[in-house]
């Protein structure tokens, strides 16, 4: 298992430098550096631009060097928590990110296990139940769930909410909770507007992993070892809980590393429509005035994140399965 | 009299047998896709809709950036085809159009007085079909006053036309795109499972690293760099790309797991030994083989595609206006106040998840069927 656990970190690192070297690559994209963007706003606003202040940025940023100076730079700044300087916001972006990554990092967890929790009795009722009433209308359902952008669910319950309820869905928090420090009356605020971008998010994922867990179990269902149980007079329920279920379970567990990234995605988007406070309203911002540090450090951090949820998945799935670990 | 009966039978048999041992790899596919409804439906209606695309312009019954500020967010004229209990040419009621003192909003209401019959083949807004023939005759429209089936949005512009002008960038940008993810997959993908080794490492490793990365994010970042400046069909392009860049990965995995396993069959070994040349052996006896798989990978992926650009889009990243794809009409049903007085807006949606359906539908059917020796 150890060995297992730490050829998998192994891995991650190659994964992780080329994360890096791509974030980098977006934050260069644009024309021109963010230190021009910045002298064409203040000079824009009517401000003087001071030299001293752009002479003593460039030399931080290391401006005047090739890329790969700057590269390495960028890189062992954010070994020291410097994630550059956010010039929309004029503040260095470690400390815009944090926290609305914490929340992003809340909402993906959150909807994780939601799925999970949807589509385990779902998938086995269709499993058990194959070509029955709910089975085809939870298929349909499912078809349904992944054929529709996620903005577009969550832009119809906003209308059902307004206009049936005559109330605003979006936010993570109540209003008084808005700019209130973190307590534990903020977090249970939380809990209850989280489940809303969940479902909204987690709907294509869910979709998705009723009709894998569908798929495997009838295919259990039907081998010799189910029939010879039966046959030997094992009670139903505890026949599919001891046996077919812990084989299909396994493809299960291992979608979590697939269903990150849709996750990750999706949340991006979501959150700019429920306006929750998070990364996504955030990054399309920093990406609308170009505004690439905090945009680049986005994308990283958000990527690495996926790779590490992918990492604890693979460990979760050796614990599970012996055979991964053995391959 | 039996006897006869059971010889009948048997002949019937036969032939039934014979035919299916005669019949080419492309015809057993097709007798198997036959028996799926739903595919069968779902590829009718995609047929229906890419005609919509093509022939946007003459369909169309308004010029899809004319503008008229009497009729904004006007609500969809029904059709109605009985008048005074008779069947009559199909029609539409004009609007009467009140102010709501309270909210300033046009508050519209079908006026039974004012009554305006369709008519083929009429006269309208003049257009450039294809951008090549000018052309102002229209499928359907009226002759006095207006006819917007689907409503009209802030600009009094008719949804209907906008939607099905739409239809031509959204639904092309996802063939397009899988093109282009389909050339680099098979080249990739072909090369890495024919050959193996590090190449073929290396390769596995850039797929599992692009797949874990989510892709919202980056297709943003990605979009968001391309010139504001450029014209809009090379932001087009630009945009496809940015979309195959990561769809690719998944058609190269399938590429080049067939090519693994079909590396090691007889045929392939037979054609070897005859001396045939590589670029044969691929193109002649393993290509065709895995073909069918590829095209039901193919319609598979052409959703993530039209999803992709409908959010990319919807965010203000993707396509901008005056484009019109079905993502930039969302755009304008940001706003949940604009959407709950007037949920038309949202329809271009709907058409996004019936197209999405419909190739989700045909694909499942086209995989079933791609292997007519599986049972």
Not at chain 1, 19 to 29: D, G, Y
Not at chain 2, 93 to 103: A, M, P, S
Not at chain 2, 108 to 127: E, H, M, R, S, T
Request: charge should be neutral; aromatic fraction near 14%.
């Amino acid at each position: 298992m150890f060995g297992y656990v730490l050829r998998r970190i192994l891995y991650m690192i190659p994964t992780l430098v080329l994360i890096s070297v791509v974030s980098f690559i977006i934050i260069q994209l644009p024309p021109g550096d963010f230190l021009t963007s910045y002298i064409a706003q203040l000079s824009q606003t009517g401000e003087t631009v001071d030299e001293a202040t752009i002479a003593a940025l460039k030399h931080r940023y290391g401006l005047d060097q090739p890329y790969y100076v700057q590269f390495f730079m960028w890189i062992w700044g954010m070994f020291h928590g410097d994630f550059g300087q956010s010039f929309e916001w004029n503040r260095p972006v470690s400390q815009l990110i944090w926290e609305r990554l914490g929340l992003t990092v809340a909402v993906s967890t959150f909807t994780l296990i939601l799925t999970w929790i949807i589509s385990f009795p779902i998938g086995m009722y269709s499993a058990t139940h194959q070509y029955s009433a709910g089975d085809y209308s939870f298929t349909f359902l499912g078809y349904i769930g992944l054929a529709t952008p996620n903005f577009m669910i969550a832009l119809i319950l906003m209308w059902i909410a307004y206009s049936v309820f005559g109330a605003s869905v979006g936010g993570l928090f109540s209003p008084q909770y808005v700019e209130a420090p973190w307590s534990w009356a903020k977090f249970v605020d939380m809990l209850g507007h989280l489940w809303i971008p969940a479902i909204v998010i987690g709907m294509g994922g869910t979709a998705g992993l009723i009709r894998t867990l569908r798929a495997n179990l009838l295919d259990e269902l039907h081998k010799p070892y189910v029939i010879t149980a039966r046959a030997k007079g094992v009670p139903e329920r505890r026949l599919l809980w001891r046996y077919p279920l812990r084989v299909a379970i396994i493809p299960f567990i291992s979608t979590v590393g697939w269903s990150l990234p849709g996750i990750i995605s999706g949340e991006t988007i979501v959150a700019v429509v429920l306006s929750l406070p998070t990364t996504g309203p955030l990054l399309l911002r920093a990406l609308q005035s170009q505004d690439m540090y905090l945009a680049g450090s986005f994308i990283m951090l958000l990527s690495f994140l996926t790779v590490l949820g992918t990492l604890i998945s693979d460990i979760l799935l050796g614990w599970v399965d012996p055979r991964i670990r053995y391959e | 009299m039996a006897d006869e009966e059971l010889v009948e039978q048997e002949k019937l048999e036969t032939t039934v047998e014979e035919k299916i041992y005669l019949a080419s790899q492309w015809q057993l596919i097709w007798w198997r896709f036959r028996r799926h409804k739903l595919a069968i439906i779902s590829g009718i209606i995609l047929i229906i809709i890419y005609l919509f695309a093509i022939f946007c312009e003459f369909l169309s019954p308004y010029d899809p950036n004319k503008y008229d500020i009497r009729y904004t967010y006007a609500p969809p004229q029904k059709i109605h085809i009985f008048r005074d209990g008779k069947l009559v040419r199909p029609f539409v009621y004009g609007y009467k159009i009140e102010l709501d003192q309270q909210t300033l909003r046009r508050i519209y209401k079908p006026d039974p007085n004012q009554v305006y019959p369709i008519y083929l083949f009429v006269k309208g807004d003049p257009y450039k079909l294809w951008g090549k023939w000018e052309k102002d005759t229209h499928f359907i429209g009226v002759k006095e006053g207006t006819v917007f089936l689907l409503g009209t949005d802030r600009m009094g512009r008719d949804m209907f036309s906008r939607i099905l002008y739409g239809a031509r960038i959204s639904t092309s940008i996802g063939l397009i795109g899988v093109f282009l993810s389909f050339v680099l997959g098979l080249i990739i993908g072909g090369f890495s499972g024919y050959y193996g080794g590090i190449f073929d490492n290396f390769v596995q490793r850039v797929i599992e690293f692009i797949r874990s990365i989510p892709t919202i994010p980056l297709w943003m970042a990605l979009s968001a760099a391309l010139p504001p400046h450029w014209p809009p069909v090379r932001i087009y392009f630009g945009i496809t790309i940015i979309l195959s860049l990561i769809g690719w990965t998944g058609l190269a995995r399938v590429v080049r797991s067939r090519f693994l396993s079909l590396r090691e069959e007889d045929f392939v070994m037979a054609a070897r030994l005859v001396g045939a040349s590589e670029w044969r052996i691929i193109m002649r006896h393993m290509v065709p083989s895995f073909m069918s798989y590829i095209i039901a990978n193919i319609t598979l992926s052409i959703p993530g595609m039209i999803l992709g650009e409908t959010s990319l889009s919807f965010l203000g990243l993707g396509l901008r206006p005056p484009t019109i794809s079905w993502g930039v009409l969302l755009q304008e049903a940001q706003n949940v106040r604009t959407v709950a007085l007037s949920p038309w807006l949202l329809l271009p949606g709907v058409f996004v998840i019936i197209t999405v359906l419909c190739f989700n539908f045909l694909g499942d059917g086209l995989r079933d069927a791609a292997d007519p020796y599986a049972r």
